[in-house]
């Protein structure tokens, strides 16, 4: 229990330092915040009007403390673009972009730990070189690259799947998987490479110890030996797939632009060329938040893989 | 005695023992491929001028989107413009950015890490900012921040390197951890050399090989990360030709065109890859023990 509340307690500085930088972003700006939002139509008069409005005249740290006080209470501030409610329009986009997410990380799971594992055991053999040709190669081909590929693929040439776009969950779950089969697997690809040479590499290593000879030795066969190994390697592939969590984040952006889906990363984006600074805030504040939530869950459970850990 | 003992020492044989040939390259194959594959697409990048077969932006109504030919070896795109020129071109920015991300962040990151790692007082303060921003993902970091600026190479740059940081203090305050108690460290501290000249003349001569590795990781990262800015439409400016930026025009002609996305990503590709081949090539030769961390 102590070692919950302090770990904890450790998310507050990392999350404090996420807010402070993503306040200061529009001030950090050379030039001035106003004349930034307001855009390059704007008169000097919509200019003086916008700063007031929006309390830019005040002392920055009075600024920053209302701001944290509107974040609080759960108020991610209004579009300057559409003039809604930011919580609002993140809750819109947000169905796309965890559904890639979770796929994602449910196939990295399914293909890597077992590909990794292989090549581990088969150390050497022409599969082992394969896997780690494979994730030199997944870490160099840019992932917009791979999805149009496959877009060229399996959409066009062989018209086997959707080309684009995003289908809900509300309009069917049939539809609703084929529109992610392609961004999920196009994302999963550098998280597989990543979590198979973690799992590669650690299993390896792991493979070396004495337990595992006396479990060869008394008969065990191949899977449950591997079992064994992968219990005590779970670890480090679990810390993995936490860090490995932004480069997820990251690479959604991407992918839903490739395939014209309308999720957090395409209003990121948008936000930018709309100059709409409270929706931007709003999407990094959310990713770090994910990110040091996750991260905070895999350090949680560690205790299942290992209860020899005394918190 | 003594000349009792040079009669024993045994004269030089005739052929002295020679590796086989080959030995170095085949030992260091990664390295040499890496090496070479990045030479040759710097040269091409820096021959652009006299390389490319047209204006890069010489744009041509009558011979748009055209199929990969020997006027056009990489075809044409939408509006006609020479997809190889500007390809050719385009490496420039790549090349720019991958080397100066690297150089930028690397030596950021050293003097912060040095800071954390033999400065008592700011070690927790460094570490906790660089915890705060590793967990902001990296491209929407550099997306954010090029929202806040006017795009150009040096913003892009800045962007980019930004988030890259992190790394780098880390594994040199990991490093400082570990040289500070070295005794030769030690020892210059007790005959009363200065903090700096320690950290210059002892310390940091010891860091310079896996800074390297990291360095030439950072590059690879940050080339792929340029051209997901530019294919996002928030990096590089669009009329500057950089395969980002050529891929995102190749976009909406992908049924009809794939040659517009495809050589561009290529090129893109085998860079990154040779980066990366370079740096495991140079961990591996630098330092094996490093193979381990990195």
């Given at each position: 229990m102590g070692y919950l509340l302090r770990r904890l307690l450790s998310t507050v500085p990392v999350m404090a330092v996420v807010?402070?930088?993503?306040?200061?972003?529009?001030?950090?700006?050379?030039?001035?915040?106003?004349?930034?939002?307001?855009g390059d139509l704007a008169t000097g008069e919509d200019i003086d009007?916008?700063?007031?409005?929006?309390?830019?005249?005040?002392?920055?740290?009075?600024?920053?403390?209302?701001?944290?006080?509107?974040?609080?209470?759960?108020?991610?501030?209004?579009?300057?673009?559409?003039?809604?409610?930011?919580t609002q329009l993140l809750a819109q986009r947000l169905e796309p972009t965890a559904s890639i997410a979770a796929f994602t990380m449910l196939l990295t799971l399914l293909v890597a730990v077992p590909l990794g594992t292989l090549a581990a055991y088969r150390a050497g053999s022409w599969i082992d070189r394969a896997v780690m040709l494979f994730a030199v190669l997944a870490f160099s081909v840019p992932v917009?690259?791979?999805?149009?590929?496959?877009?060229?693929?399996?959409?066009?040439?062989?018209?086997?799947?959707?080309?684009?776009?995003?289908?809900?969950?509300?309009?069917?779950?049939?539809?609703?998987?084929?529109?992610?089969?392609?961004?999920?697997?196009?994302?999963?690809?550098?998280?597989?490479?990543?979590?198979?040479?973690?799992t590669r590499a650690t299993v390896l290593e792991v493979l070396h110890e004495?337990?595992?000879?006396?479990?060869?030795?008394?008969?065990?066969?191949?899977?449950?030996?591997?079992?064994h190994a992968l219990r005590n390697a779970a670890i480090p592939i679990a810390t993995t797939i936490g860090v490995g969590i932004a480069l997820l984040i990251g690479g959604v952006v991407v992918t839903e632009t490739v395939f014209a889906i309308p999720g957090v990363g395409r209003l990121v984006i948008?936000?930018?060329?709309?100059?709409?600074y409270p929706v931007i805030q709003s999407v990094l504040l959310l990713s770090a938040g994910v990110y040091v939530l996750i991260n905070l869950l895999i350090d949680l459970s560690y205790r299942l893989f290992d209860p020899r850990i005394q918190y | 005695m003594s000349t009792a003992l040079s009669t024993t020492v045994p004269e030089a044989p005739d052929t002295p023992f020679v590796l086989p040939r080959w030995h170095w390259a085949r030992k260091h194959a990664t390295l040499i491929l890496g090496a070479l594959l990045l030479l040759a697409v710097a040269a091409l990048s820096i021959a652009a001028p006299w390389v490319a077969t047209a204006d890069p932006q010489d744009i041509d109504p009558l011979a748009r989107m055209q199929a990969p030919s020997a006027a056009h070896y990489f075809g044409t795109d939408a509006l006609g413009r020479d997809v190889f020129s500007r390809a050719v071109w385009g490496g420039r920015v790549s090349m720019i950015v991958g080397l100066w991300v690297g150089v930028l962040a690397t030596l950021l990151g050293v003097l912060l890490g040095l800071l954390a790692g033999f400065v008592r007082w700011a070690d927790s303060a460094v570490m906790r900012v660089m915890d705060g921003l590793m967990a902001?993902?990296?491209?929407?970091?550099?997306?954010?921040?090029?929202?806040?600026?006017?795009?150009?190479?040096?913003?892009?740059v800045v962007a980019i390197a930004v988030p890259e940081i992190p790394r780098v203090v880390r594994l040199v305050r990991s490093l400082s951890l570990t040289l500070r108690e070295q005794l030769y460290v030690e020892a210059a501290h007790a005959v009363g050399t200065r903090l700096p000249t320690i950290l210059l003349c002892h310390v940091l001569p010891n860091m310079v090989a896996p800074l390297i590795v990291q360095a030439t990781f950072v590059a690879a990262a940050a080339v792929l990360t340029e051209a997901a800015?530019?294919?996002?439409?928030?990096?590089?400016?669009?009329?500057?030709?950089?395969?980002?930026?050529?891929?995102?025009?190749?976009?909406?002609?992908?049924?009809?065109?794939?040659?517009?996305?495809?050589?561009?990503?290529?090129l893109l590709a085998s860079t990154v890859l040779a980066i990366n081949l370079l740096g495991d090539g140079l961990r591996d030769a630098l330092d094996p023990r490093l193979a381990r961390q990195l």
């Amino acid at each position: 229990m102590g070692y919950l509340l302090r770990r904890l307690l450790s998310t507050v500085p990392v999350m404090a330092v996420v807010a402070v930088v993503v306040f200061l972003l529009i001030h950090l700006s050379p030039g001035d915040p106003a004349a930034l939002i307001a855009g390059d139509l704007a008169t000097g008069e919509d200019i003086d009007k916008l700063r007031v409005a929006l309390g830019l005249n005040q002392p920055l740290w009075q600024q920053f403390a209302l701001w944290l006080g509107r974040l609080a209470s759960g108020d991610l501030g209004t579009s300057i673009f559409t003039q809604v409610p930011v919580t609002q329009l993140l809750a819109q986009r947000l169905e796309p972009t965890a559904s890639i997410a979770a796929f994602t990380m449910l196939l990295t799971l399914l293909v890597a730990v077992p590909l990794g594992t292989l090549a581990a055991y088969r150390a050497g053999s022409w599969i082992d070189r394969a896997v780690m040709l494979f994730a030199v190669l997944a870490f160099s081909v840019p992932v917009f690259m791979i999805g149009y590929l496959l877009v060229y693929t399996f959409a066009i040439q062989l018209a086997w799947l959707p080309v684009q776009g995003y289908s809900r969950f509300a309009d069917g779950i049939g539809a609703w998987l084929r529109s992610l089969v392609l961004p999920c697997i196009n994302l999963a690809l550098v998280y597989i490479a990543l979590v198979t040479r973690m799992t590669r590499a650690t299993v390896l290593e792991v493979l070396h110890e004495d337990y595992i000879r006396t479990a060869r030795a008394k008969g065990l066969g191949v899977l449950p030996v591997l079992g064994h190994a992968l219990r005590n390697a779970a670890i480090p592939i679990a810390t993995t797939i936490g860090v490995g969590i932004a480069l997820l984040i990251g690479g959604v952006v991407v992918t839903e632009t490739v395939f014209a889906i309308p999720g957090v990363g395409r209003l990121v984006i948008d936000s930018v060329q709309r100059h709409d600074y409270p929706v931007i805030q709003s999407v990094l504040l959310l990713s770090a938040g994910v990110y040091v939530l996750i991260n905070l869950l895999i350090d949680l459970s560690y205790r299942l893989f290992d209860p020899r850990i005394q918190y | 005695m003594s000349t009792a003992l040079s009669t024993t020492v045994p004269e030089a044989p005739d052929t002295p023992f020679v590796l086989p040939r080959w030995h170095w390259a085949r030992k260091h194959a990664t390295l040499i491929l890496g090496a070479l594959l990045l030479l040759a697409v710097a040269a091409l990048s820096i021959a652009a001028p006299w390389v490319a077969t047209a204006d890069p932006q010489d744009i041509d109504p009558l011979a748009r989107m055209q199929a990969p030919s020997a006027a056009h070896y990489f075809g044409t795109d939408a509006l006609g413009r020479d997809v190889f020129s500007r390809a050719v071109w385009g490496g420039r920015v790549s090349m720019i950015v991958g080397l100066w991300v690297g150089v930028l962040a690397t030596l950021l990151g050293v003097l912060l890490g040095l800071l954390a790692g033999f400065v008592r007082w700011a070690d927790s303060a460094v570490m906790r900012v660089m915890d705060g921003l590793m967990a902001i993902p990296g491209i929407l970091l550099a997306i954010a921040l090029m929202a806040v600026t006017r795009a150009s190479l040096t913003t892009v740059v800045v962007a980019i390197a930004v988030p890259e940081i992190p790394r780098v203090v880390r594994l040199v305050r990991s490093l400082s951890l570990t040289l500070r108690e070295q005794l030769y460290v030690e020892a210059a501290h007790a005959v009363g050399t200065r903090l700096p000249t320690i950290l210059l003349c002892h310390v940091l001569p010891n860091m310079v090989a896996p800074l390297i590795v990291q360095a030439t990781f950072v590059a690879a990262a940050a080339v792929l990360t340029e051209a997901a800015l530019s294919f996002l439409g928030v990096g590089i400016p669009a009329q500057t030709p950089s395969w980002g930026n050529m891929m995102a025009e190749g976009r909406n002609f992908v049924a009809v065109a794939f040659h517009i996305i495809l050589y561009p990503g290529l090129l893109l590709a085998s860079t990154v890859l040779a980066i990366n081949l370079l740096g495991d090539g140079l961990r591996d030769a630098l330092d094996p023990r490093l193979a381990r961390q990195l």
